[in-house]
C-alpha cells in the first residue's frame, strides 16, 4: 500500500496563476481532507469529503476548489493564487469520519511570489 | 465554537527526563475525539493516540500515557524517560460531529542528549 499520496513536494507561483495539488490513497477510505499547515498555526481544515461525489468546506475554504469524483482521489484547486496561499498542504484520509485517526500524505510545499 | 489550544510552543528537556505536553479543549458536542499526532523533522504527521469522548480511561503505551478529565477539558500527554526520537512537533486535535477536525498549533519538543 501507496498510503496516501501527494504530488507535487514543491511549488512555486506566481501570483494569479492556477494548479491542482494532486492527492490519492489506496486505502479505500471514505474520509479525505485538506489543510494547510503556518507557523505557529497548526493545521487548519480547508475542504472535507465524506465520499465519491460529496464535498463540504472547512474551517478556511476561500480560494480553493475541490472534487470528489472517485473514493480514491481528492485534488484540491487554487483558482487565483496569492501570497496568503504560501504554505504547506497536507492531504489526509481516514476510514469513516471525525472519529477515525487520519492518516497524513507528505505534503506539498507552495510558494506564491 | 470548537477550539483547541496546546500552550507550551516550545520545550526543552534533557534525555531521560519526563515532559507532560498540554492539550485543552472546548466543543459543545457531547460525542467527539481527541487525537495526538507527531510531526518529526522530517515533516510527516504521525498518529499516536485517538480517544473518545465517553472513555476517561486514562492509557499507558510504552513509554507515552495520556490523561483525559473531561471536568478540566484536558487532554495531556506524558512522555517518560525522553529520547532524541522524540524531538518532534505535537499536536492535538478535535474530532466533532459534522466532520470537522480542528488542531492545536502544536507544541515543539527538543530532547537534548
Known amino acids: 500500500n501507496a498510503g496516501v499520496t501527494q504530488t507535487p513536494k514543491f511549488q512555486v507561483l506566481k501570483t494569479g496563476q492556477s494548479m491542482t495539488l494532486q492527492c490519492a490513497q489506496d486505502?479505500?477510505?471514505?474520509?479525505m481532507s485538506w489543510y494547510r499547515q503556518d507557523p505557529g498555526m497548526g493545521l487548519r481544515l480547508i475542504h472535507y469529503?465524506?465520499?465519491?461525489?460529496?464535498?463540504d468546506q472547512g474551517e478556511v475554504p476561500n480560494g480553493y476548489n475541490v472534487s470528489r469524483s472517485t473514493t480514491e482521489d481528492f485534488p484540491l484547486r487554487l483558482l487565483s493564487a496569492a501570497p496568503s496561499q504560501t504554505s504547506v498542504y497536507f492531504c489526509a484520509s481516514s476510514y469513516s469520519s471525525f472519529y477515525n485517526e487520519q492518516f497524513f500524505g507528505p505534503g506539498t510545499r507552495l510558494t506564491v511570489l | 465554537a470548537q477550539k483547541v489550544t496546546q500552550a507550551q510552543t516550545e520545550i526543552s528537556v534533557v534525555e531521560k527526563e519526563d515532559v507532560t505536553l498540554d492539550c485543552v479543549y472546548e466543543t459543545r458536542d457531547t460525542t467527539y475525539y481527541l487525537f495526538w499526532y507527531k510531526q518529526p523533522p522530517s515533516g510527516e504527521l504521525v498518529f499516536l493516540i485517538r480517544?473518545?469522548?465517553?472513555?476517561?480511561q486514562n492509557e499507558i503505551s510504552g513509554r507515552y500515557s495520556w490523561n483525559f478529565q473531561k471536568s478540566t477539558s484536558s487532554f495531556n500527554f506524558t512522555i517518560t524517560a525522553s529520547q532524541v526520537v522524540d524531538s518532534a512537533v505535537y499536536f492535538c486535535?478535535?474530532?466533532?460531529?459534522?466532520?470537522?477536525?480542528?488542531f492545536g498549533t502544536g507544541t515543539s519538543l527538543t530532547v537534548i542528549p
Open positions: 486505502m479505500n477510505h471514505e474520509y
Open positions: 486535535a478535535l474530532g466533532v460531529t459534522g466532520n470537522q477536525f480542528y
Open positions: 469529503s465524506v465520499g465519491a461525489g460529496i464535498t
Open positions: 480517544r473518545n469522548s465517553f472513555d476517561e
